[in-house]
């Protein structure tokens, strides 16, 4: 079993859709987790941090940590076709050397 | 324009030649980290430095691989001699100690035949 599991898609929506955005975990002494947007042939740009366990909110994106069920999600509302990328979730005990998911790979259709 | 410049961007080359890739960290940052994403494994840890001392090297195969900060402002990833399974892309990320974000550059993608 992988340390972090991420379904890998694709998963494609209607332009507007929400979007869920869902990784798993095995290491409960993960307390740092992030969120990375990674589009095709570019590398991976942060998209959302959060720290220990609760939701944190900006404009179309929403993260969620459950440490009690080692799962964390990303909401993306409103979805545009520019939203259409590989989402990267990351996870670190520490404040740096973070494991990463393989990635979902999404596409909004317009 | 502060960002991770990654050369090249592109590498073709025959198993058994050696390979060098180079990172320019963004003016500033104290770690650097380099990272190799295939479809299979995804993005992977090889090591990570912190003002230009290595940290952490325990994802790189040691046979092969060596990571090097020779400057604040460079870091070099050899593989000698390469095999085609070091087929992938590989990205250098740069950070601020205690800071939770890295910055990745481009990558650069290599193709060992």
């Known amino acids: 079993q992988k340390e972090v599991e991420q379904d890998p898609g694709p998963l494609s929506v209607p332009e507007g859709a929400i979007v869920s955005l869902n990784c798993t975990y095995s290491?409960?002494?993960?307390?740092?987790f992030m969120w990375y947007r990674q589009y095709s042939r570019k590398g991976p740009e942060l998209l959302m941090y959060?720290?220990?366990?609760g939701n944190k909110e900006d404009g179309r994106f929403t993260a969620q940590v459950d440490k009690s069920s080692k799962y964390i999600s990303l909401f993306i509302r409103d979805s545009q076709p520019s939203d259409s990328a590989t989402y990267l979730c990351a996870m670190s005990e520490f404040s740096q050397n973070f494991v990463f998911g393989p990635g979902t790979r999404l596409s909004v259709l317009p | 324009d502060a960002r991770v410049t990654q050369t090249p961007r592109h590498k073709v080359t025959e198993m058994g030649q050696e390979v060098t890739m180079r990172c320019q960290p963004i003016l500033g940052h104290n770690t650097v980290f380099w990272y190799r994403q295939t479809m299979m494994q995804g993005l992977e840890l090889l090591a990570y430095f912190r003002n230009r001392a290595p940290l952490d090297d325990s994802g790189m195969p040691k046979d092969r691989f060596s990571a090097e900060m020779p400057d604040a402002t460079l870091a070099t990833l050899k593989i000698q001699p390469s095999e085609p399974r070091d087929s992938a892309v590989y990205f250098c990320?740069?950070?601020?100690?205690?800071?939770?974000?890295?910055?990745f550059g481009q990558g650069t993608r290599l193709t060992v035949v």
């Open positions: 990320a740069s950070g601020l100690q205690g800071n939770t974000e890295a910055f």
């Open positions: 959060t720290y220990s366990s």
């Open positions: 290491n409960s002494a993960f307390q740092y």
